[in-house]
């Protein structure tokens, strides 16, 4: 399948600020996203998701925006955190044959967070 | 409720070998996938069990094969072990088939192939 993509490896922002991190996908078939962290020696974690009919969904502290015109995603954090530090990925779920293949993941932003 | 589990953490093996991982989802999950993640090609989908049935499966040689047992319980199995086999493995549940609600993950299994 299509894979999905990062723009940034690293970002690095102060503690306090807001963290935007983008994802860009291939597969117009696809109709949900997911944004997952991982901390070192941890699997990834279920941060927010959103499904195609919408372009903005919010959570505790992060908001994923959706834009399908030109096949865009990000994930905004708001005053970022010392525990927000970690590998965030998008990944994104397509419908095909009546099943699933499977999550299509980005590469992964590394967030560093400076004191 | 207990999350996804995956035993063991830490495995090492020797090429040529076979190993077989585990993987206890979630209750009321049924559905289990399987993902490799390494630092070059990142995470990858391995294949999806629902109903002790494999319904899809990635880009990955015969070696790589699973199954899934009544409870959702699902094992995977790589035979005639790779160097390139060293990879963490990912295990992932969810409530449907295609993880229309989503997936969870384990920690996941370390595997070091010498």
């Known amino acids: 399948g299509e894979s999905v993509g990062l723009h940034l490896p690293t970002l690095s922002v102060q503690e306090g600020d807001n963290s935007i991190i983008n994802c860009a996908y291939s597969?117009?078939?696809?109709?949900?996203f997911i944004w997952y962290k991982q901390e070192s020696g941890k699997g990834p974690q279920f941060i927010i998701d959103i499904r195609s009919n919408m372009d903005k969904r919010q959570g505790q502290r992060v908001t994923v925006l959706l834009n399908k015109t030109v096949k865009h995603l990000s994930l905004q954090i708001a005053a970022t955190q010392p525990g927000d530090s970690a590998v965030y990925f998008c990944a994104e779920n397509s419908p095909s044959g009546g099943g699933a293949d499977g999550l299509t993941f980005g590469k992964g932003t590394h967030l560093i967070i400076q004191p | 409720k207990a999350g996804v589990t995956q035993t063991p953490r830490y495995l090492i093996k020797t090429r040529g070998q076979q190993v077989t991982l585990s993987c206890s989802p979630i209750?009321?999950?049924?559905?289990v996938s399987w993902y490799q993640q390494t630092p070059g090609q990142g995470l990858q989908f391995l294949f999806e069990y629902f109903s002790e049935t494999q319904r899809n499966k990635g880009n990955f040689p015969g070696r790589f094969s699973g199954r899934q047992f009544s409870n959702s319980r699902s094992e995977m199995n790589v035979s005639t072990l790779e160097l390139g086999d060293s990879a963490l493995y990912l295990c992932a549940s969810s409530r449907t088939l295609g993880g229309d609600y989503g997936y969870t993950f384990g920690s996941g299994t370390r595997l070091t192939v010498v």
């Open positions: 597969n117009s078939a696809s109709d949900y």
């Open positions: 209750s009321g999950h049924r559905s």
